[in-house]
Nanobody
Framework: QVHLVESGGGLVQPGGSLRLSCAAS????????ISWYRQAPGNERELVTF???????YYLDAVKGRFTISRDNAKNTVYLQMNNLKREDTAVYYC???????????WGQGIQVTVSS
């Protein structure tokens, strides 16, 4: 079983930065694709970014140039560096890990990011 724990969220002013971490309890972590989703009040959950085992990445248009996803397989951890944060980035952010052998998705508990002055 894969257990994912997010950390690094909190309150930041517009234009500020945060770095989210997603730590996994899985020794095949390097084979997984890892995604970040977010859900703002009144909105549906949306895919923000992902990174594959081959380090291919995807970014939602709204965060391109501001967010960067990376992974450290030795630490079983994925990071989401968020710069130039906007009020529209306020949401609960969820880490997701996909096991391509089974097709099963594992989810973290979610972490709040609030951008406000």
């Amino acid at each position: 079983q894969v257990h994912l724990v997010e950390s690094g969220g909190g309150l930041v002013q517009p234009g500020g930065s945060l770095r989210l971490s997603c730590a996994a309890s899985e020794n095949r972590f390097s084979e997984y694709s890892i995604s970040w989703y977010r859900q703002a009040p009144g909105n549906e959950r949306e895919l923000v970014t992902f990174i594959t085992s081959g380090l291919s990445t995807y970014y939602l248009d709204a965060v391109k140039g501001r967010f960067t996803i990376s992974r450290d397989n030795a630490k079983n951890t994925v990071y989401l560096q968020m710069n130039n944060l906007k009020r529209e980035d306020t949401a609960v952010y969820y880490c997701n890990a996909r096991d391509h052998q089974s097709g099963f998705d594992y989810w973290g508990q979610g972490i709040q990011v609030t951008v406000s002055s």
